[in-house]
């Protein structure tokens, strides 16, 4: 998949870990969006979620800041994954960050 010139990377996961919460997110899970099944969606907290799938993007930090296309994406997402977003943190950079390129 890709969206305009910014490449998708899409893998399948199992996400099973025991009493796991999807309310919180760590600092670095900023740019990962959690879509899972509906299927594996219960009404108990407790329950495993299983067949889910991450969607990791990368996008330059200019189209980080604007909403638009923020909200725009996670659109996409849904939309083409034909699931419920379930969880889905917003990928922001502070203005003042130093960007380095990555070293993997």
Known sequence: MQLGDKKLIVQRASVGAKNANLVSASP????????????????????????ALLITYMASFKLLIESEVHSFMLCFHADRC????????GPRTA??????????
């Open 28 to 51: 670095r899970d900023v740019n990962t969006v959690l879509v899972t099944n509906s299927q594996a969606v219960t009404a108990k907290i407790k329950t495993f979620m299983k067949n």
């Open 82 to 89: 034909c699931r419920d977003a379930r969880h889905a943190p």
């Open 95 to 104: 203005e003042d960050a130093e960007l380095r390129p990555a070293d993997g």
